[in-house]
């Protein structure tokens, strides 16, 4: 089984002494884990950054074997934000929430689009997007809130809708209330909940 694709690394974690196992996020495969040779050569090192954005090539025997990668760089993504925190950090999360959330092995092409746009929008009002971007997602794979729901703060409607370039620090935090409400009570058959460990740094974010 073979073949080729686009994504963002999602983890990179020691195998065995030439090599590791990798998990991307590709647009027309979903999440994949498989092994990297001789990734810890100083050649290979530089394109293994959690968030680089790479061609992917990928070959197994069949569908349930655990198969290999070899990475094209695309884009150092991280390399970007190293001089600002709270961008990298949002990237970071951005990609836990994702790792842990999303199925392995199964293509959600507007999920994949959606992330590629938020990772555009980190040289902009980053807080905003990834507040939005994150509501999406959780939606997108059905998790989610939806906004024609009765009752729904048609202020908070507007600003997750791209109707409304306007909002305050509260605006943004009902969002991050609405999406961490999606997680604790939506998702907690699906996943450790207790395993976010950066999501939190958001509310500092919001009150500083």
């Known amino acids: 089984m073979r073949w080729s694709d686009i994504g963002y690394l999602l983890s990179v974690s020691a195998n065995k002494e030439n090599s590791s196992l990798a998990k991307v996020f590709s647009r027309e495969h ?24 790479v061609r992917i090539n990928y070959n197994s025997k069949n569908e349930d ?26 990237l970071i999360i951005s ?13 959600h092409i507007i999920c994949f689009d959606e992330f590629d746009e938020f990772i555009k929008s980190l040289d902009g009002d980053s807080l905003k997007s990834y507040l ?33 370039p306007d909002f305050t620090i509260e605006d943004l935090k009902s969002i991050f209330n609405l999406n961490s409400e999606t997680i604790t009570n939506r998702l907690v058959d699906v996943i450790n909940i207790s395993n976010f ?11 500083e």
């Open 30 to 53: 979903g999440c994949v884990t498989g092994v990297v040779y001789g990734s810890s050569s100083k050649k290979k090192k530089p394109d293994l950054q959690i968030g680089n954005k």
């Open 65 to 90: 074997a655990l198969g290999y990668f070899s990475f094209e760089l695309i884009e150092n993504i991280s390399i970007k934000y190293f001089n600002d925190f709270n961008k990298l950090n949002l």
């Open 95 to 107: 990609i836990e929430v994702i790792s842990k959330i999303m199925p392995e092995n199964q293509k």
């Open 132 to 164: 939005i971007w994150e509501f999406n997602f959780l939606k997108n794979i059905g998790y989610g809130i939806d906004t024609s729901e009765e009752g729904f703060d048609p202020v908070i409607k507007n600003i997750l809708n791209g109707n409304s």
């Open 197 to 207: 460990n950066n999501r939190s740094k958001i509310l500092t974010y919001l009150n």
